[in-house]
């Protein structure tokens, strides 16, 4: 038993699920309606299901995030690709109110299917861009992904005009409020990313090049991986993850902000990934513990939120805890407070 | 006379298992020292406990008839011990003397020395230089210094602190024959001065030429300790197999010549690359090993990197099958039966975090390309077959392949070229840094490939086995082609078509 407990506990996702588990148990021990799950209005309503559903585009982004940086690159231009895709959507899906016949009817400028992939595709285009300068430039990742952190925000605003555009289309909204068999629609979204991309990883080979290209890109040339094109279709990928995530976050606040959509969600990201096992120095990644981490970071902000910590230092409150975290994640320093720990104990025996 | 360093009685448990058991090592003042052993005999290990980078579990080491006890290399270093590792772990970045003094500049000004005395620190880095033999310009960016010259600053930083022991781990294994001379003659001037030099090498014959005695280490044991002049060859092997070794020469025979009227299976037509390689005239058949000769920098391996579309050509044509190719990457040549084993094992060989499975079979998955997968029992399979056929020592066939030893890491890329069942195998230096018996095994590998039809194209730096294994050698020198000698050509003969062209120049 002991044996097998100790087995789990090497386990590379075992200290990520023990984070989330404390972090909904604080939750649950300040709020008394956390862990409550009901029907209501057709669909399943509580505080966890709405942190899923909150979830939703950071999951994404991480799940895009991970594979870039298993392959030793970084993207901080997620962000900025958010604010793109929701942008280019809420462009052509139109903020035009028409009136017939006395009753206000909703139209979209271009039909909604092409709205959702031009915007999908042009976000894919920009994480192209950044594979592009990754691999055949030859550019630093985060120095190539800041151009188009920095650029991408003019460019939502070029789209939108520099104004915020306010989406009036019904059926757009059903992405990132609406409900399938009970559950946020947005929750299918992701879990069909998921699967499709471990699918991928697990029935192809693209999980081991990845891994090889992160951990030694020039023997993977050699050995003929095709080295360039793992990196710029990852990139591609992340590119597109984002452009989904922005559809969702555009359609759940019914608008699209080229200035503030997706802000310092590529720093969440990152983050998420990190807590979820995957070095930031590439090769081995985890997208289960990836999905893991960005439910660790949403249901902190969360709990920040519903403890009522004053919104003037929620954002420290939120550097401790995710400091605590990583420390705790650290084999090291477990490996030296357990010294520390027992030292005294050892000493007590011989007395 | 005393020795100035000894050690009795060392044990060293890793886990469980005895790496060292009852080790013992005498260092005199005025005297090289070799330390031999095949790879995982335990000579790394009882170094680093010698240098304090592991403790040991058990034992007794004395300097100068005083107990010591190094903690980390820095303490070693403190009691006169130090070390200049294989790799040479400088700074590329900054100067000569920078790396020379790096952590102890000489200080001057006010504040006991706040400012770092530069005019002082250069000083001493020539007179240092100076003593083991080089003189060069000590602010120029020792990234911009050879290989050879890096491993000289290595060891004039060793010899900054007041040693009394210098211990040379395989100092020689990417200096070519000119440099490896220089450094023995500073050993020699070292030895003089009174130095105890411990030095640790695969070659046989510079244990030879610089050694006074012999230690030989066996599976973590001690074997015994011989002045070198009455240890032979023959029973140096011995004594580092454990076993009767015949005599190797001409046990590994290349078989007759290959049929001249075969047609090449690639040839290359004035192929170079300006500043790399002077335009070369090449062919290699099916079933023949084309041994490449030279000294180190002659442009063996970028040659090699030309043939692998490493590098692009920038002039002439290399044909496969008589028709004309351009291989733009790694890839390609792959797609025309091309196969690799890189001088480079960590840096271009390797992937070291990944299984020796996913190593195996990486090269073949790629040719496959990404979406005819194979599955994890078809890779176990791949794997577990040549484990067992080239003798791959591991423990399983999921343990991370950096783990293994040298030996054991080269024989894992040469499967993963088997694998992809290439017709031309390209071996750069496929020997280098393993255990003689490891060696012999790849040899006989080779020709045991080449029988079975296989074209091998064999780059080695040690003479004697180019001439073993060789059906044809093609003799390079200062990046060009020099002449062609048949197989069976006695090494002077080689030496002697690389000398000729010396008086030539």
């Known amino acids: 038993m002991l044996k097998h407990f100790s087995m789990l506990m090497k386990h590379r996702l075992a200290w990520p699920v023990i984070t989330l588990l404390l972090l909904l148990a604080v939750n649950a021990a300040f709020n008394d309606g956390f862990l409550h799950i009901e029907w209501r209005g057709g669909h399943l309503y509580g505080s966890l299901i709405d942190i899923l559903n909150r979830a939703a585009p950071l999951m994404l982004v991480s799940l895009g995030m991970t594979l870039v940086i298993a392959t030793r690159g970084i993207d901080i231009s997620v962000g900025a690709v958010v604010a793109i895709a929701a942008a280019l959507a809420a462009w052509m899906i139109g903020g035009a109110l028409v009136v017939v016949d006395g009753v206000a009817t909703h139209v979209t400028r271009f039909p909604m299917p092409l709205a959702l992939i031009a915007a999908v595709a042009v976000a894919a285009l920009c994480g192209l861009w950044n594979g592009m300068l990754v691999a055949r430039v030859g550019m630093q990742p985060i120095i190539a992904t800041l151009i188009l952190m920095v650029a991408g925000r003019g460019i939502a605003q070029l789209i939108t005009n520099g104004q915020i555009i306010t989406i009036y289309y019904g059926p757009y909204f059903f992405l990132g409020s609406g409900y399938l068999l009970g559950l946020p629609f947005s929750l299918f979204i992701v879990a069909a990313v998921f699967v499709a991309l471990y699918l991928a990883i697990t029935r192809s080979a693209l999980g081991l090049f990845i891994q090889s290209v992160g951990i030694n890109p020039e023997a993977s040339r050699v050995a003929g991986v095709k080295a360039r094109a793992i990196i710029v279709g990852v990139y591609a990928f992340c590119g597109a993850c984002a452009g989904v995530a922005g559809l969702l976050i555009s359609s759940n606040v019914k608008s699209a902000d080229g200035n503030n959509a997706g802000q310092l969600i590529e720093l969440d990201a990152i983050l998420a990934v990190t807590l979820g096992g995957t070095l930031l120095t590439g090769g081995k990644f985890s997208l289960v513990g990836s999905m893991i981490g960005a439910l660790i970071i949403q249901t902190l902000t969360y709990a920040i939120y519903s403890l009522g910590v004053p919104p003037e230092i929620n954002l420290v409150v939120k550097a401790v805890v995710v400091f605590a975290v990583m420390l705790m994640q650290s084999a090291e320093f477990r490996d030296s407070i357990r010294a520390l720990v027992q030292k005294p104990a050892r000493g007590e025996v011989r007395a | ?349 390797i992937v070291g975090e990944l299984s020796v499975r996913e190593n195996i079979a990486l090269a073949l998955q790629a040719r496959q390309g990404v979406r005819r997968f194979m599955s994890h029992a078809e890779q176990t399979a791949l794997a577990e077959k040549f484990v067992k056929s080239l ?115």
């Open chain 2, 1 to 349: 006379m005393t020795p100035i360093l000894e050690l009795s009685g060392i044990d060293k448990q890793f886990a469980g298992v005895n790496a060292l058991r009852d080790v013992q090592l005498r260092l005199f003042p005025g005297e090289i020292h070799a330390l031999m052993g095949q790879n995982g005999a335990g000579k790394s290990t009882l170094i680093k406990v010698l240098t304090g980078v592991l403790e040991s579990s058990r034992g007794d080491m004395r300097l100068a008839g005083e107990a010591i006890r190094p903690r980390s290399p820095l303490d070693a270093q403190k009691l006169g011990i130090s070390t200049v590792y294989q790799e040479v772990n400088l700074c590329p970045n900054l100067s000569v003397a920078e790396n020379v003094f790096a952590g102890r500049y000489p200080r001057c000004g006010a504040l006991q020395g706040f400012r770092i005395d530069w005019a002082e620190v250069h000083r001493r880095a020539r007179e240092l230089l100076a003593r083991i033999g080089l003189e060069i310009d000590v602010t120029q960016l020792l990234g911009s210094c050879s290989v050879a010259v890096q491993q000289l600053v290595a060891i004039a930083r060793a010899l900054g602190v007041e040693s009394k022991v210098l211990i040379l781990d395989e100092p020689t294994s990417s200096l070519d024959d000119d440099e490896v001379q220089k450094l023995f003659a500073v050993l020699r001037r070292l030895r003089g001065e009174g130095m105890a030099i411990l030095f640790i090498t695969h070659f046989l014959n510079q244990v030879y030429a610089v050694s006074d005695r012999i230690t030989v280490l066996r599976n973590g044991q001690w074997v015994g300790e011989w002045p070198a002049a009455e240890l032979g060859p023959q029973a140096l092997i011995s004594a580092m197999l454990g076993r009767e070794f015949a005599a190797t020469a001409g046990a590994a025979a290349p078989m007759a010549a290959a049929d001249a009227h075969t047609p090449a299976l690639l040839q290359t037509t004035g192929l170079g690359q300006t500043g790399h390689l002077h335009p070369i005239d090449l062919n290699v058949r099916a079933g023949e090993v084309l041994g490449l000769a030279g000294l180190l920098g002659a442009g063996r391996t970028e040659l090699a990197r030309l043939l692998f579309g490493l590098e692009a050509p920038d002039s002439g044509t290399l044909s496969i099958d008589g028709k004309n190719v351009r291989l733009a990457n790694p890839a390609d040549a792959v797609e025309h039966g091309l196969a690799l084993c890189p001088e480079e094992r960590k840096t271009d060989g």
């Open chain 2, 391 to 505: 003798g791959i020592k591991c423990t399983n066939v999921e343990m991370p392949i950096g783990l293994l030893s040298g030996g054991n890491q080269q024989k894992a890329m040469i499967a993963r070229w088997l694998a992809t069942d290439p017709r031309l195998l390209i071996l750069d230096e496929p020997t280098r840094g393993i255990d003689v018996a490891a060696k012999q095994e790849i040899m006989d590998e080779i020709l045991r490939l080449a029988q079975a039809g296989m074209a091998v194209l064999f780059i080695s730096s040690e003479m004697s086995e180019v001439v073993r294994v060789s059906n044809r050698i093609a003799v390079l020198r200062d990046r060009r082609k020099v002449g062609e000698l048949p197989g069976g050509s006695s090494e002077a003969a080689v030496y002697e078509l690389i000398a000729a062209e010396h008086e030539h120049a």
